[in-house]
């Protein structure tokens, strides 16, 4: 898919689209919210919790950070409800109600980790965050998409091991595709952006991820190159 050429990509928040991209470039559209006038970003971020009473959510905070630190102890596969209730002074009842399962508890880990990447390509410096051309937002997002990918790669399997469909319906995949869509319908408009997005994060998949940085030993620069050819095959 060629990028080709794009005016800069807007921000991604109320009032600021259509300025960003320059006369002429249609507004990206933005998502609706509880009201008008809150600076609410477009994309559907991470899943976040319901509000709740500031004791449930120091509640969540902890199990979440316990969770954390014993991934990093002894890897994702080793973790278990019984462990993080112990680590987080939680009791375990309260932890199978937050999170039902191990699966549940992992994939809401990683959409606590993915909130800061959300914001910088949501809000952040360009190219990836807004102010830098749709072509050049599209691949400094894949790029930093490969190192985060890498980053949390036993985390991401072990979460996709226990529950294989929920990385499509969780937060943090929902805003990746939406802001991918939003770009490509910039590139492309005459294309059905949300498919071409489905397409261009399926290689991203942990398992895929695994076996090339893996088994395949290929380094994240390599990957990123591999990208870059893929995006200018048509150029």
Request: net charge negative; proline share 9%; hydrophobic share 40%.
């Amino acid at each position: 898919m060629s990028t080709g050429k794009s005016p800069a990509g807007g921000t991604e928040t109320p009032g600021a689209a259509a300025s960003q991209d320059g006369p002429g470039s249609p507004p990206i559209p933005l998502a609706s919210g509880p009201g008008p006038g809150l600076g609410l970003p477009l994309l559907p971020t991470a899943d976040r919790p319901a509000p709740e009473r500031a004791d449930a959510a120091r509640n969540r905070r902890k199990i979440l950070d316990a969770a954390a630190r014993i991934v990093a102890e002894v890897g994702p596969g080793a973790v278990t409800m019984n462990q993080v209730a112990h680590a987080s002074g939680i009791g375990v009842g309260t932890v199978y109600r937050r999170f039902g399962d191990v699966a549940q508890l992992l994939w809401a880990l990683l959409d606590d980790r993915e909130r800061q990447f959300q914001e910088s390509y949501m809000s952040g410096p360009p190219p990836l965050g807004p102010g830098a051309p749709a072509d050049e937002r599209l691949r400094a997002f894949l790029d930093a998409l490969v190192d985060r990918v890498i980053e949390q790669r036993e985390l991401l399997l072990a979460a996709q091991a226990a529950a294989p469909s929920a990385r499509y319906t969780s937060g943090a995949y929902l805003a990746m595709h939406t802001h991918v869509t939003l770009l490509i319908s910039r590139l492309r408009p005459e294309t059905n952006g949300a498919l071409l997005a489905h397409l261009l994060l399926a290689p991203f998949s942990p398992s895929l991820m695994h076996h090339l940085s893996v088994e395949r030993n290929l380094s994240a620069d390599e990957l990123k190159a591999g990208l870059d050819a893929l995006l200018t095959l048509g150029d």
